[in-house]
């Protein structure tokens, strides 16, 4: 699909409601005309097709008119959250912007600050000999630096020629997130209600779910942890929603089996996507499951040495200033481990976050969600610690729902975990937040 079919679309839903943003409602309508607006703009400061722009600001209505304005115009759309990116000036010399678009609080527009006209690198090129728009996303990796990773928005678009379901949807994942990007264009795409929220605290969500009848809330498993600990979900009406889905994070079993007492009527799914191939469709065995079936046209999937790899028709371009993370033969590694049954996988953690223990493997996904099972267990952390003997030994932090002695805490969770799992999965350096007798204890 072209972003002049999206665009289209926009029009032809003129009379729908089109975002609810600080309790005001935005119609389609409303959005075709800053569209409109915000190409005159791009006139008047003659922005030219392939042009690199940095889009500053958080999610609103105003921001999502300025993007669609600008893949229109057929430019290079940076976008960058001020809250998430406190370095964004450092950033936009990154991506080599030429020019800057700062919507403060969602409104009025800014000038668009010229920045040293640079903007030259082989995959701009292939942009713009395309005649296409782009997109530049920051990885958001667990080490090492963000890689800025640079997409054909025409190939992006692909997956929402087919209309598909018309539900209201509170925007979780932020504007500069694949997924945040991911849940825009679906919602535009079929002409559906996205509630911008900028509180995303667990009252918060639930307000706003409760206030402007949210059918879709898409969240990540750390949201869904702090709701549970909160109990936020008793104090509002959540019976509007019909599908609850997670990503970006494990899943923990424990918090996923909390969620029917939380989400009474909806269905749970897992989702996965990536900065460097978009979100692919997913379909959880069952709502209870952690086993999911990924891909989706224009998606392949294959397991090589216990670990994802995904070829997309969407995949990016490659990223600015890193090496490619493609195989010869087109297959990104994602670096998640999975476990496979048929067609369904089971993540089991990231690569870079394998605990090995005299050569063999531990998750700490899979640690965690034992200790979990104790009650009193608010959160908990595992992780690797260097050892002389078995290179690395498996510890945990465990924040408390209330005050316990640290001694007989830590004997129990030993204990807790001595019967459910191996020896060498058993933490043997156990450190309490919170108000219990003793910090720590071997």
Known sequence: MSIDVLIERVRQAAEREAFVWRDTSYSYAWLSDRIIHWRRRLDEAGVESGTVVCLVGEGSPDTVAALL???????IAVPLVPSNHLRWRELCDVVQCQRVARIEDGGPDHELEPCQPRGSHALYDVLRARRVPGLVLFSSGTTGPSKAAVHDVSRLLRKFVKRRHDLRTLAFMPFDHIGGQDTIL????????????????????????????????PVVPTFLTLLALSQAYRRYDLSSLKFVTYGAELMSQVVLNKCPEMFPGARLLQKYG??????????????????VRIGGEGYQTRVVDGMLQIKAEAAMLGYLSAPSPFTDDGWFVTRDCVEADGEFVRFLGRESDIINVGGRKVFPGHVEDVIRQLPGVADVTVFGQPNPIFGQVVCARVSLAVPQDAKLFTSALKRHCMDRLPDYQVPVMVTIEGPPTNQCAP
Do not use: K, Q
């Open 69 to 75: 304005a600008l893949f229109a115009r057929g430019c």
């Open 186 to 217: 679906y919602a535009i795409s079929n002409g559906s209600c996205l509630i911008l929220s900028d509180d995303r605290s667990p009252d918060g969500v639930c307000r706003a779910v409760e206030r402007h009848r949210v059918e879709v809330l």
């Open 274 to 291: 990536a900065t460097e191939v978009g979100t692919l469709r997913s379909a959880s065995r069952s709502s209870d499951s952690l086993w």
